[in-house]
C-alpha cells in the first residue's frame, strides 16, 4: 500500500512561517487533486485547502490570505505554505490526495499521510 510521506511541521511563534509538503512513497501513485486537512483536538478533521490536478487552489475562510497550496508535479509533491500563523493554527495537519470534487467541494479519498504536528505559541 502506497505511503504518504508529509513533512515540515514543527513549533513556531504566531506570525510566524512554515511549509508542509505531501508525496507518496511509490512514484507510480501519481498525485492529482490533494487536500489538507487539520484536527485539532478535539475537533474532528477539516478541510483548509485543496487543489485540483490542474492547479487551481481552494481556501477555508479561516486561512484565506495566509495559506498558499500549490504543487510540483515534476516532484509529484504538493505543498502547503503557511504564513502569518497563529494560535489557532495549531493542529495535526495531514494530507490526503486523489479526492474528488462535487460542485466543486472537495471530498477525501481513502489515502491519508501520517500527520504532521504544527504548533504555534502566543
Known amino acids: 500500500q502506497v505511503q504518504l510521506v508529509e513533512s515540515g511541521g514543527g513549533l513556531v511563534h504566531a506570525g510566524g512561517s512554515l511549509r508542509l509538503s505531501c508525496t507518496a512513497s511509490?512514484?507510480?501513485?501519481?498525485?492529482?487533486?490533494m487536500g489538507w486537512y487539520r484536527r485539532a483536538f478535539p475537533e474532528q478533521r477539516k478541510l483548509v485547502a485543496d487543489?485540483?490536478?490542474?492547479?487551481?487552489?481552494n481556501y477555508a475562510d479561516s486561512v484565506k490570505g495566509r495559506f498558499t497550496i500549490y504543487r510540483d508535479d515534476a516532484k509529484n509533491t504538493v505543498y502547503l505554505q503557511m504564513n502569518s500563523l497563529q494560535p489557532e493554527d495549531t493542529a495535526v495537519y495531514f494530507c490526503?490526495?486523489?479526492?474528488?470534487?462535487?460542485?466543486?467541494?472537495?471530498?477525501?479519498?481513502?489515502?491519508w499521510g501520517q500527520g504532521t504536528q504544527v504548533t504555534v505559541s502566543s
Open positions: 487543489i485540483t490536478s490542474g492547479g487551481v487552489p
Open positions: 511509490e512514484s507510480t501513485f501519481r498525485i492529482n487533486a
Open positions: 490526503n490526495p486523489n479526492g474528488y470534487y462535487i460542485h466543486g467541494i472537495y471530498y477525501s479519498s481513502k489515502y
